[in-house]
């Protein structure tokens, strides 16, 4: 069914020029960028999307560009800034859904670390100082129409412990590389899916880490990032940084794929005329089954410990200790002002502060003798409580 006579097409051209009305610039670092504009941009002109989100969208877009340009801009301005090492970060991954953020999360609330928080990713330039990462206007701001939203809709804490002073996903930096499974997320989107799955992410590392330097100009720190996708790149995501430590989440696979495709049909509410429930149930299997199988073959190639084992149901069931084994294993001091900072934010972050999340395998076209099937070689190589 064609889309709907008068719904606009994004044009990637005129994209880029509102970006650069909009900040005043017209210079970007490299065109690394435009491939997976065009590819993404034409599968969303090929879908029914309707105008509004449509218009959602092509705001992103646009907030993407102009960000890559600002921080073009000013490392341009303060080039000695990326002579400054991003030392020893640390990255968490996994199958989506199996505790990232929570650990995430757990990590950022330790003072010694520095995590890329919401705000200021959103909103980079110029970079905050160590004392103004929470408190600085853009922060409150941000802050403010986080409480208005929540209290509007209460329900939608029950989805994501974020916050905009709570560290955020790496996808919204490499967004501005248009390489990021935030993007596929907007919609039935396959080919863009598929080319992202086989693409060179070299560029999107390499801005990564661009943006890593302008974010430590005066907030420097040893960087704790998380992205369950970092999965799928172990080996670029070393070629860039060769020191990274590398922490993979582990919990049950068939109730991780239900909260998975459960986010994903939420996206598809606001970017898709009718939520395809079979077709998220098929792409998020195959995904998932992507995460754990890439990071397998990373971990055979490059050694057992190269790689940190952390389980969810230990996690949730004892944090604290989980968190010391986990420092050990990492090579740092778990101090008392790391303990304290993470038993503040559990102490402010109960689990199911906002409702319970709930989903079901069924509601998705997946049985779960299917989905067991699907990660056999996960669950037979590691020790997985289960919690179906």
Known sequence: MPQKQGVPKLVAQQVIEQAQQATGLEHFDSDSYREGLDIFLSDVNAGQAPEAAVQRIQGAVVQALANRLKVT?????????????????????????????????????DPARRSPLTWEIDDPVPPASTQMLRTDPRALQRLETERQMLAARPEMGKYYRGSAIYPNECVFIMAHDFKTLMWESRGKLPNYRDWLFQTDMTSAYEYHKRFLQ????????????????????????LKVYPDARLVWTHRDPLTALG?????????????????????????CTWQAQQHADRIMDARAALGEDRIIDVHYQQLTREPISSMRRLYAQLGDEFTAEAEAGMQAWLDDNPQDKFGKHEYKLAQY???????????????????????G
């Not at 301005?77 to 505790?99: D, M, N």
């Not at 909260?259 to 792409?283: M, Y």
């Open 73 to 109: 801009a000013y490392l341009e301005q303060h080039p000695t800034l990326l002579q400054r090492p991003i030392a020893r970060p640390v990255f968490v991954f996994g199958i989506p859904r199996t505790g990232t953020t929570l650990l995430n999360n757990l990590l950022a609330a």
């Open 214 to 237: 302008l974010l430590q100009a005066d907030a420097p720190g040893t960087w704790n990032l998380k992205m369950p996708s970092h999965a799928l790149w172990i080996h670029t995501l």
């Open 365 to 387: 076209g997946l049985a779960p003798a299917a989905a067991e099937a699907t990660f056999e070689r996960y669950l037979s190589r590691y020790d997985i409580e289960r919690e």
């Open 259 to 283: 909260s998975f495709c459960s986010i994903i049909a939420l996206s598809h509410q606001a970017h898709t005329p009718a939520v395809d429930h079979a077709w998220i149930g098929k792409n």
